[in-house]
């Protein structure tokens, strides 16, 4: 059985906004829902991470709780913060984006967030494996932030 690491595990790398919120989830994601939908940013460039940050802060509909800069903090903060939906960087080092994938599905309980992979490196080869491991949808990070946003908002409450 895999398990999610701590937030102590990977604390110096996840920069948290609010407290835990237990009633988070797919409820949020509902059609109709008037909520914002809680969002994590997991990307370990810098530049990239801030970008997205400032756009999801001005997204109707979305509302930030955290940021992450690698694969082990993501998993953790996934687990502590309980955001309706990840934006989350493929190529990382050590835990990348499809092992962030791969960990959450084997997880026990499984998260409810809905997760997007956002790269640079976008190919049908990564698609299917992160489609195939629980990515709602894959965006290109060559799209602007704001149709990024927008784009994963409305995929994730399908």
Do not use: W
């Not at 949020?28 to 909520?35: F, I, R, T, V």
């Not at 956002?118 to 049908?124: E, F, G, M, T």
């Amino acid at each position: 059985m895999t398990t999610i690491p701590t937030a102590l595990e990977a604390s110096a790398s996840t920069f948290a906004r609010g407290g835990r919120r237990e009633d988070r989830g797919r409820r949020l994601l509902a059609e109709g829902s008037d909520g914002a939908a809680a969002v994590l940013v997991v990307d370990d460039n810098d530049f990239f991470r801030h970008g997205m940050v400032r756009a999801v802060e001005r997204e109707a509909g979305m509302e930030l709780v955290g940021e992450a800069d690698s694969g082990e903090a993501a998993l953790a903060a996934i687990e502590r913060l309980r955001p309706d939906l990840v934006l989350l960087d493929y190529q990382m080092p050590g835990l990348d984006g499809l092992g962030v994938l791969r960990r959450l599905a084997e997880a026990q309980p499984r998260p409810s967030c809905r997760i997007v992979l956002v790269s640079a490196a976008l190919d049908d080869e990564v698609e299917r494996a992160a489609r195939a491991s629980g990515a709602v949808a894959c965006i290109g990070k060559d799209t602007p932030r704001t149709q990024i946003c927008a784009e994963a908002l409305r995929l994730a409450r399908q």
